[in-house]
């Protein structure tokens, strides 16, 4: 099995910074594709960003400019950097990972426990 831990959620300020990580340990051979995603109260689970093992990123629109995604490929971890936080980005963030647990075989899809992310001042 894969764990993923989530860390970095809290309270902050309207534009404010926070900074997220997600570590993933276990049966893992590679990861593939990273990401976070968030779910705010009343609302659909969204795609803020992700990343792939080469490096290449994409946002959602709302967040580009202010977030950064980044992975750490020896440590098995994403990093979420969010900047001039807004109170619109309250929400919950999950991390999520596709997981190739040996050198042949599926992609599997994980999902962390969520930190909660809360933009008030």
């Known amino acids: 099995q894969v764990q993923l831990v989530e860390s970095g959620g809290g309270l902050v300020q309207p534009g404010g910074s926070l900074r997220l990580s997600c570590a993933a340990s276990g049966s893992i051979f590679s990861l593939n594709l990273m990401g976070w995603y968030r779910q705010a109260p009343g609302k659909e689970r969204e795609l803020v960003a992700h990343?792939?093992?080469?490096?290449?990123?994409n946002y959602a629109d709302s967040v580009k400019g202010r977030f950064t995604i980044s992975r750490d490929n020896a440590k098995n971890t994403v990093y979420l950097q969010m900047n001039s936080l807004e109170p619109e980005d309250t929400a919950v963030y999950y991390c999520?990972?596709?997981?190739?647990?040996?050198?042949?075989?599926?992609?599997?899809?994980?999902w962390g426990q969520g930190t909660q992310v809360t933009v008030s001042s």
């Open positions: 999520n990972c596709h997981v190739r647990r040996a050198s042949t075989g599926p992609t599997y899809m994980y």
């Open positions: 990343i792939t093992s080469g490096g290449s990123t």
